[in-house]
């Protein structure tokens, strides 16, 4: 009766784990049925080319280069075209004129020139009154002091453009952020398949002992409490591969956000067909690389950058304030050509000059308080990102020595219980222990080799935060001078 039920425990379990490896092939679009392992670039690789949040923040870029055309469109050519007319009155005249005007960029003024005409009868004073073939217009507007190093156009602008460099330090950020959080994602996967391994041959070592213990039982030579006592072991021993298995199609799901199809860009789930045989090597940590490493993490990540780049935008904004503080002294000159009438001069020059002044500037002096204010604090802020990325390297560092240190220790741990578990096979041979003892040294040997696969797996995403605290992986196309 204890065998019946045993074995349909046993076709229970093994009805189970064929069910999940059946679901984890046909609920996901594209699983990988490749035999090659799967290495960590060639998931880098997908990350930087088709992970969506990604593609997403590289347009950045594309939404601050439009801002930037925008902000060019204050100095567009314009054309003006006007015309007048006296329907009623003494006077019958009619008037138009077409004018082409380019701001400039330069000292905020603007050039302009064009065409007017008149027809009929017009004072002698209206300044619209051309002569019979009408008469040319050329001038330009030159502000002396407000205005003149910087308006609100230039600054919109330069800030534009600097919008265009922060795009990059934005991107950058994603980008560090997404690789680490693939590559710690791979390492889970592959600890999780390593663990599944490790389980299923705990499991299969009670397995094959309890046909031996069954054999022995109808000789005699043990107590059927004996074969009871294995079976409940292979029974734990089925619970544990199958919450190993729950883990490792975990991993395989969450790894498949980062993996992804080169052919219609859909997320792949690894199965156990392309875990690799072992992890890869385990560099000793170099104890010198720390200073020089600071070093250029404050040069390469990018929130040193940003900050950089959101005070120059705030220093435009304190330019344009002390410009607001300045009176308006605007200068003009136009001249021009007409023909066709003896009674009007040919040629005309009129220059004119204009000052204008609010008496309290309160709104500007208001701005440029608050501007100092902003200035101040991004000073702050960028003091405190230095230190804070001074802190993040080596708080990364020291995690990579204890997962290098833990890894030595992992090793030897494995070690001694895999000679404990050997002695005891062997006294149990010679009748001088019992299962129970084989059984605990069992467990410790898997317990152990269990914690050096997550001793591997933690070196390597303590490698991953190194690697993102440094900016190692930063691409040269998004590092600014």
Known sequence: MRN??????????????AWALLVSSFVIPHSSFAANPLLLPEVLVSVQTQYPPYLAALIEQDIANGRARSALGAFDLNLNVSGAFNPAGYYDGQSGYA???????????????????????????????????????LGFRIPLLRDGTIDRRRATLFQAQLDQQLADP??????????????????????????????????????????????????????????????????????????????????AIELSLFHRSRADDQPIVSLRARLPKAFPAHPEPDANQLVGDIAKAAIFRPELRRIELTIKKAQIDRSLAK????????????????????????????????????????????????????????????????????????????AIIAAYDQLKQTRLNVDLSQQLEAAEIERLKQGATDLLALQIREQATFDAKVLDVEAQAEYFRSRANYRAATAADAPASLIQP
């Open 99 to 137: 004018t082409l005007e380019q701001p400039l960029s330069m000292w905020g003024g603007s050039v302009y020139g064009g065409y007017r005409m008149s027809s009929g009868f017009l004072p002698n004073y209206n300044k619209d009154r051309t002569g019979t073939d009408g008469e040319a217009i």
């Open 170 to 251: 934005l991107i950058l950020r994603q980008h560090l952020d997404f690789i680490r959080a693939a590559t710690i994602g791979y390492y889970s996967w592959l600890a999780a398949g390593h663990r599944l391994g490790l389980a299923e041959e705990l499991l299969r070592i009670a397995k094959d002992r309890d046909s031996a213990i069954a054999e022995q039982v109808k000789r005699g030579a043990s107590a059927p409490i004996v074969q009871v006592d294995n079976q409940r072991l292979v029974v734990s021993r089925q619970i544990a591969v199958v919450q190993a298995l729950r883990r490792f199609q975990a991993t």
């Open 323 to 398: 410009n607001n503080l300045l009176p308006n002294i605007d200068i003009g000159v136009q001249a021009n050509q007409g023909s066709g009438s003896k009674d009007i001069e040919p040629t005309e020059i009129e220059a004119k000059i204009e000052f204008k002044m609010p008496l309290q500037r309160r709104e500007a002096k208001g701005r440029l308080e608050t501007i100092d204010a902003q200035i101040e604090r991004l000073g702050n802020d960028k003091k405190f990102a230095r230190n804070r990325i001074a802190a993040d390297v080596r708080d990364s560092y020291s």
């Open 4 to 17: 019946q039920v045993f074995s349909a425990q046993c076709s229970v379990f093994s009805r189970f784990a």
